[in-house]
């Protein structure tokens, strides 16, 4: 079965989302670690996932 692109997109935006939400926790000067904002999470893969669409179209039109 084919995927279309919507459901690529959506693929790759919960694949990002699953990467930043295991990478490694650094924590403060004294020792705490911040709490987990979602809502970063979701927009920092938002916005890599624009960034890929861009370079996607990129490629495209120069071939």
């Given amino acids: ?19 930043l939400l295991s990478r ?3 924590p403060d000067s004294f020792g ?5 904002n979602l809502l970063d999470v979701i927009t920092k893969a938002d916005r890599m996932i624009a960034l ?7 490629e495209r ?3």
Avoid at 6 to 11: P, Q
Avoid at 32 to 36: A, F, I, N, S, V
Wanted: net charge positive.
């Fill in 32 to 36: 705490y670690t911040k709490p987990l």
């Fill in 24 to 26: 490694p926790v650094v």
């Fill in 52 to 58: 890929l669409q861009q370079r996607e179209r990129r």
């Fill in 61 to 63: 039109d120069n071939v």
């Fill in 1 to 19: 079965m084919k995927k279309n692109a919507n459901d690529k997109w959506n693929e790759r935006h919960f694949q990002i989302c699953l990467a």
